[in-house]
Each structure stands twice: as structure tokens, then as C-alpha cells.
């Protein structure tokens, strides 16, 4: 049951704003040295983690991401102070899903009167006169509330995605609490140096490989849509739309590359007989090697052998910049991809879950005094009950002469039920009683005449 603070308490969640970017860059950076596994995450850490951009470099962080939104909680009652922070980012274009990117709390608190200064220390060794916050309470309540509130501001989500550390017992237990359930189990990967040099020297057999553009959407859904459970498929809720890319959407990767010294090659195999995309890869180079390369990959069930091929592929792409690792992920419903990394010598680093969680939104209702849901079962049958007496028909008619007939006493029965059947009762019966002779013996015979 989720845990709520004290009615003396009241806190406020609001969108993260320009002053409070160092406070949670601290935030971040020291929940980070706690879980050193998040570092070597390919996507996940460069969701989680916001970078100390500075100047123009730190301006064009928020306009990178416009669709990325960042919530904080904030204590009234201690100098308004962060105490956590949660940041969400739509999932897919139609924005059906959303992700949780992360959810932190602050599980200490300094005295100061600036909101826009004060410290976020989470480190365990802390001064004996800093006020704390119990762990499970602040994570349980602050975590449960910023969950909550996303889930009832952002209506045009059906459901939530995230990737938790499997070995964060707390995440965990507060992703469970607020509904959460596994979906997949994700293993990130790390392949050495020289690793990709023994692997670049194989000469890769791939034909049919293309660049990737805005008219292979199609062929990159269906390859997406093949590559995944149904379960899976119906979180991610992708469509074509997602695999294009508009022309704003290119010009600020490109700045964004510029500035991180980075440059994203992209290729996938095509099937000529079969008009279909079977294999597809997309690496992230860094050029100044100060961060590892980072790869996605996605293979048609039925064309595993592509993974030795665009492994060399990208190894080889790899060898045009300064030696670096590269990293990859894979997930629990691919066997053939894990075994192959098993083979070729690659590094486990990480273990995460991934987990989702759908939302009903409830509609709103204006209660109206004679609303439905306010009837009881006596009112809502009584509107089926005749409004007038029924007019007897034809049928009613002869079958009220067939009893007179056959029932002599029919006749002499007052009629109890209705009073107009007794009247139409009555006149057929004063119809039917014609004058006729009682005397029902032969009459008398006539004599011969004289």
C-alpha cells in the first residue's frame, strides 16, 4: 500500500525549470556513483544521466529533446527543497506510450533559504546535523506521488515502459507498487578493442546492403514488428511514422552530433525475392574516443545467420575512428543473439528489467439529478409497465364466443379481471342470444285432407 507524508506536509510537483538543472545534474551524478552498472548502459544511461552542458552547449539540451518533460517535488515546509525528481519521454510518434527515464529522491536535506542552491547530497555519510529522510519512506512516498501525478497529467498515454537494474531491490519495489509487471529481460553487453579487430578482419557476405531513408519506413516496421512477441509489440505500439525522420528532426541530430563529436551509420540487409528488410543496424561512432560506441541491431527471426555478417560489418566501421569498446544490448526472447555473444567472447555489464504498465483513464462525468447509475431496479422497470388498459383484439373476441358456446355457465360468470372484457363479454353475449323456440319436439302432422 502506497505510503503517504504526514497532512503537515504538503508538497508541490511542478515542471523542472532552467535554475534547478544543476541541482539535479548533482542529483543524478550521485545517484549514478551508487549504481556504477547504469554507466555502461548503451540507451539507458544517456536517458538517465543529464550532462553538465554549459552555455550555449546547456540551452541547446532542452531544445534537443522538446518532448522529454521533467517533474520535481518540492517540500513547502522546508524552504521549498527538491526531494525528487522523475523525467518521462514519449516512447513512440502517436505518444500512446510513454517511458520513465528515471525516478530520484533526495534522501537528504540541508537548511537553506534558496531553492535554487540547495544541496542534494545522497551519499549514506552525512553530518550528524543535516536532517534525513528515512530511505523507504522517501522513496516510497515522494516516487509513488511523482508517479501518480505523471500518470494523471500525461491523459494521452495507454501505457508506461521502463528499465530497472535488476539487482535496485527500492526501484523495484516502488515500480511493483505503482503497478508495474515484467515484460522482457534486457542483457547490455561489451565487446573490447581488440575484439572488433579480430572480428573486422572476417570479410563480411552482405550483397544487399542499403542506406537507410525516409521510403524504407515500411520495410523497417515490418522487420520491427517480426523481430518482437506479440506482448512486446503491443507495448511499443510503433508505426511507420516512427521510423521516419522529418527534416528538423535531422538538422538537430546533426548539431547534436557535432557538438558530442559523434556520427551515427545506419544500413539494412534487403531480401529480393521476398521484397522484405531482414536485418538492421544502427552504430554510434564517437570520433574523439572519449565515450564506447554504441550499436543497435535487429535480426529477423529466421535469418539468424546475419549476426556473424553485420557484426563484421560493424566492426569494420568501427576501425575508421579511434579504437574504442562497443556496446549492444539483447533481450530474453533472443536466444540466438545471446548465444552468439556467449561465442565470439563478449562481456556482460548490465541486467535490467523491463517492465510496463497500462493506464485507464477514467472519463469525467457530469452528474446529472436523474442520472442511470442512480435508479434503482423498481424505477427502471416501472417505465416498462403499459400506460393505458389493452383495447381487446379480434382474437380476444372469438375466443370469448368459443367458451359462451362451449360453456353454457360461461355466460353466468361475472368476470373478475378486467371491467372492459366483462363489457365485451356482456354485448357478445347479448349478440349471441337470439330469440328461438324452446319447443324442441316434432310438430304436429297434418291430417289427410276431407
Known amino acids: 500500500m502506497t505510503q503517504v507524508l504526514p497532512q503537515t506536509t504538503q508538497v508541490v510537483i511542478r515542471p523542472i525549470q532552467y535554475r534547478d538543472l544543476e541541482i539535479v545534474e548533482r542529483l543524478c551524478a550521485a545517484d549514478s556513483e551508487q549504481d556504477t552498472s547504469r554507466e555502461t548502459i548503451a540507451e539507458t544511461s544517456s536517458a538517465f544521466l543529464f550532462r553538465p ?28 527543497q527538491l526531494r525528487g525528481m522523475i ?24 537548511p537553506s533559504t534558496d531553492p535554487s542552491t540547495a544541496p542534494t547530497d545522497t551519499s549514506t555519510d552525512v553530518p550528524s546535523d543535516q536532517p534525513k529522510l528515512s530511505a523507504k519512506l522517501s522513496l516510497a512516498t515522494v ?26 531491490t527500492a526501484l523495484l519495489a516502488l515500480y511493483r507498487q505503482n503497478g508495474f509487471q515484467p515484460l522482457a529481460q ?35 516496421y515490418q522487420l520491427d514488428t517480426a523481430a518482437m512477441p506479440p506482448l512486446v509489440r503491443q507495448v511499443f505500439d510503433r508505426h511507420m511514422l516512427d521510423f521516419k525522420t ?62 556473424p555478417e553485420l557484426m563484421s560489418q560493424m566492426a569494420r566501421i568501427t576501425q575508421e575512428v579511434p579504437a574504442q569498446t ?20 563478449a562481456t556482460r555489464v548490465a541486467h535490467t528489467l523491463m517492465m510496463s504498465r497500462s493506464v485507464w483513464h477514467k472519463l469525467r462525468e457530469s452528474k446529472l439529478p436523474m442520472a442511470l447509475d442512480s435508479l434503482q431496479l423498481s424505477e427502471v422497470l416501472q417505465g416498462f409497465k403499459p400506460a393505458r388498459k389493452p383495447v381487446p383484439g379480434r382474437i380476444s373476441l372469438l375466443r370469448l364466443w368459443n367458451q359462451s358456446t362451449t360453456d353454457p355457465k360461461a355466460g353466468n360468470a361475472a368476470p373478475d379481471t378486467d371491467s372492459a372484457q366483462s363489457e365485451v363479454t356482456r354485448g357478445n ?19 289427410p285432407c276431407c
Open 246 to 307: 522529418s527534416l528538423f528532426g535531422s538538422l538537430m541530430s546533426g548539431v547534436k552530433h557535432w557538438l558530442s563529436h559523434t556520427e551515427m551509420v545506419s544500413g539494412y540487409v534487403f531480401e529480393p525475392q521476398r521484397k522484405a528488410a531482414i536485418g538492421y543496424f544502427q552504430i554510434r561512432l564517437c570520433r574523439d574516443g572519449s565515450q564506447p560506441h554504441q550499436a543497435q541491431l535487429t535480426v529477423h527471426p529466421a535469418y539468424t545467420w546475419l549476426y
Open 143 to 168: 516516487g509513488s506521488q511523482l508517479l501518480r501525478h505523471c500518470f494523471e497529467k500525461i491523459w494521452e498515454a495507454r501505457t508506461w515502459l521502463l528499465e530497472v537494474d535488476v539487482n535496485d
Open 87 to 110: 523525467r518521462i519521454s514519449p516512447f513512440n510518434r502517436t505518444r500512446s506510450t510513454w517511458r520513465v527515464d528515471r525516478v530520484a529522491v533526495v534522501h537528504t536535506v540541508e
Open 53 to 80: 552542458w554549459r552555455g550555449l552547449k546547456k540551452a541547446l539540451g532542452l531544445v534537443w529533446s522538446p518532448a522529454q518533460q521533467t517533474f520535481g517535488a518540492y517540500l513547502t515546509d522546508q524552504d521549498n
Open 429 to 447: 353475449q347479448s349478440l349471441l342470444n337470439l330469440p328461438t323456440p324452446t319447443d324442441f319436439s316434432d310438430p304436429p302432422q297434418e291430417g
Open 186 to 220: 534486457m542483457t547490455y553487453w561489451l565487446l573490447a578493442a581488440d575484439q572488433l579487430q579480430e572480428i573486422a578482419e572476417r570479410e563480411p557476405d552482405l550483397p544487399n546492403l542499403l542506406p537507410i531513408s525516409n521510403a524504407d519506413a515500411q520495410l523497417l
Open 326 to 345: 562497443l556496446e549492444l544490448a539483447s533481450s530474453d526472447y533472443q536466444p540466438e543473439r545471446e548465444e552468439y555473444l556467449e561465442r565470439i567472447g
